[in-house]
């Protein structure tokens, strides 16, 4: 069953970093590729969260409970990999919601702001994932930069937790700079 749930988790991965491309390109570039980005890019959304949650599930049934809350690395694996289905969830219903008007305005800037962030949480899910099955990467080494020792520390770091309140804080003045407007 570990293979079952590497596999699973390359789905959602490959899901997220396209969608994270087609919000970049939906959100930046004018033509053909941009509107073909933007229209395909709820589809894309939704498998990504089927197979992200299919992974969680796996994940979970794999391995007994009392050994992933023992091994700081496996609950920093678990975190990051809950943050990125937050965060890409939370994009999805902003997709689905804001329909065509997504892109416009202030929008497309949340929309931005939460896909880089997400590819940040769930490159370092993928990268703490490598180090459980026993293949480490160099990104482990610009997370140590960051603030994180992969096999001891379990937290955000400081920094960490500022800027998403910072986002936080930004993203719900837009929100309420948008609604003041068309109201």
Do not use: K
Request: glycine share 12%; proline share 3%.
């Amino acid at each position: 069953m570990n293979g079952t749930h590497a596999m699973l988790s390359h789905f959602p991965v490959g899901f997220w970093a396209l969608a994270t491309l087609m919000i970049l390109v939906g959100s930046f570039m004018n033509g053909r590729l941009a509107d073909i980005s933007r229209a395909a890019l709820l589809p894309v959304l939704v498998l990504s969260l089927l197979g992200g949650l299919a992974a969680t599930v796996i994940g979970l049934i794999v391995w007994p409970m009392a050994a992933n809350l023992a091994s700081p690395l496996t609950r920093n694996h678990m975190l990051m990999s809950f943050w990125s289905l937050g965060i890409y969830s939370m994009i999805t219903v902003l997709v689905w919601q804001a329909g065509a008007s997504a892109f416009d305005g202030a929008r497309r800037w949340a929309l931005v702001i939460l896909a880089l962030t997400g590819g940040l949480m769930f490159s370092a899910a993928g990268t703490l994932g490598g180090h459980l099955a026993g293949a480490s990467t160099a990104f482990s080494e610009v997370l140590g930069l960051m603030g994180w020792e992969v096999y001891t520390t379990f937290y955000s770091p400081l920094w960490v937790v500022a800027i998403m309140v910072l986002i936080g804080l930004a993203l719900g003045a837009l929100g309420i700079m948008n609604r003041r407007r068309a109201g």
